[in-house]
């Protein structure tokens, strides 16, 4: 009996689809456009911390590969970071646990100016499918500011980018924002 169960599973293949091709071409110019706008914004690239407030896990592998072999933003100067005194953009993902909720704060309060932050995923804007618990504030937008969100339950790398580069492109020309050296 198991080795029927074993044959079956060698000679049928894999059960599941095969993952669609990114499109390289769009993720190299999405990735030159947000280093040109932090080049000049900050006139650097951009120092990315990510804080995962209670999420499933989900989002983190998505902005895991943003630093992989297909996105690889490092050549572009853009840079995940350990520490939020480094950072210049805070990427928030699931709702905020009531045991997460002081350290969210506590990083974002320890996140220079100027500082972006962005929701990644469904829950981080109200809560998604956890949204009622008891075990949750609710999104991320309850406890910091929150200058962008990205939908999706995960969203693509691809839309994270779109994001990081459309909130970049918007405060280049912002004259609000004080830039530090």
């Known amino acids: 009996m198991a080795w029927r169960l074993i044959l079956r599973a060698v000679l049928g293949g894999p059960a599941t689809e095969p993952n669609l091709p990114p499109d390289e071409i769009e993720a190299q110019a999405l990735a030159a456009r947000l280093h040109a706008a932090s080049q000049r914004l900050l006139g650097r690239g951009l120092a990315i911390r990510m804080v995962d407030s209670g999420s499933c896990n989900g989002c983190e592998?998505?902005?895991?590969?943003?630093?992989?072999?297909?996105?690889?933003?490092?050549?572009f100067g853009l840079?995940?970071?350990a520490s939020p005194?480094?950072?210049?953009?805070?990427?928030?993902?699931?709702?905020?646990?009531?045991?997460?909720?002081?350290?969210?704060?506590?990083?974002?309060?320890?996140?220079?100016?100027?500082k972006f932050v962005i929701g990644v995923g469904d829950c981080a804007i109200d809560g998604g499918v956890f949204k009622g618990s008891p075990a949750i504030s609710g999104g991320i937008?309850?406890?910091?500011?929150?200058?962008?969100?990205?939908?999706?339950?995960?969203?693509t790398p691809a839309a994270m980018l779109e994001v990081l580069c459309a909130l970049v492109e918007a405060n280049v020309s912002a004259p609000t924002r004080a830039l530090r050296g």
């Open 61 to 75: 592998l998505e902005i895991q590969m943003l630093g992989s072999i297909v996105y690889d933003l490092e050549r």
């Open 141 to 155: 937008d309850e406890v910091v500011k929150v200058d962008a969100y990205v939908r999706g339950c995960p969203p």
């Open 79 to 81: 840079r995940f970071v």
């Open 85 to 114: 005194r480094h950072a210049d953009v805070l990427l928030v993902t699931g709702p905020v646990t009531r045991n997460m909720r002081e350290a969210l704060l506590r990083t974002w309060t320890a996140t220079p100016d100027p």
